[in-house]
C-alpha cells in the first residue's frame, strides 16, 4: 500500500470505529441495563422475571444442526417472508434441554 490518500485512511480509521462500536454494543448494553435495574431495586441478571434465556439458543429451544454458521439462503427467506414451515430440521438445545430458558441464580433460589 503505497500512496494513502488522506480519504482512505479516514475510512479505514472510520471503518475501525464502526467495528469497534458493533464489538462492544453488547457489552455496552449489559452495563446500561444492569445499572437501571439496580437503580429500580429488580434482580441485576433477570429483571425479576426469574429466568434467564439460554446464550446458545437465543430463548428459543431448539437449533439447526451444523451450528450458528450453517443457513440456506433460500429456506431462511421462505420462512421470514412467508412463513412457512423449514425444510431444516431443528434440534433441541442440549445448553437448556430445548426449554429455551433457565432458572435465575441470583433470584430464584430458595431461602
Known amino acids: 500500500m503505497e500512496n494513502i490518500t488522506a480519504s482512505e485512511l479516514a475510512g479505514f480509521g472510520v471503518g475501525t470505529l464502526l467495528l469497534c462500536a458493533t464489538i462492544a454494543a453488547p457489552r455496552v448494553d449489559s452495563f446500561i441495563s444492569t445499572s437501571q435495574r439496580r437503580s429500580l431495586g429488580m434482580c441485576t441478571k433477570c429483571g425479576d422475571l426469574k429466568m434467564i434465556a439460554c446464550s446458545?439458543?437465543?430463548?428459543?429451544?431448539?437449533?439447526?444442526p451444523g451450528g450458528p454458521f450453517?443457513?440456506?439462503?433460500?429456506?431462511?427467506?421462505?420462512?421470514?417472508?412467508?412463513?412457512?414451515?423449514?425444510?431444516?430440521?431443528?434440534?433441541?438445545?442440549?445448553?437448556?434441554?430445548?426449554?429455551?430458558?433457565?432458572?435465575?441464580?441470583?433470584?430464584?433460589?430458595?431461602p
Open 56 to 64: 446458545k439458543c437465543k430463548g428459543v429451544g431448539s437449533v439447526k
Open 70 to 110: 450453517s443457513f440456506n439462503l433460500v429456506d431462511d427467506l421462505y420462512q421470514s417472508f412467508w412463513g412457512g414451515e423449514s425444510n431444516v430440521r431443528s434440534i433441541a438445545c442440549t445448553n437448556c434441554q430445548g426449554r429455551g430458558h433457565f432458572s435465575c441464580p441470583n433470584c430464584s433460589k430458595l
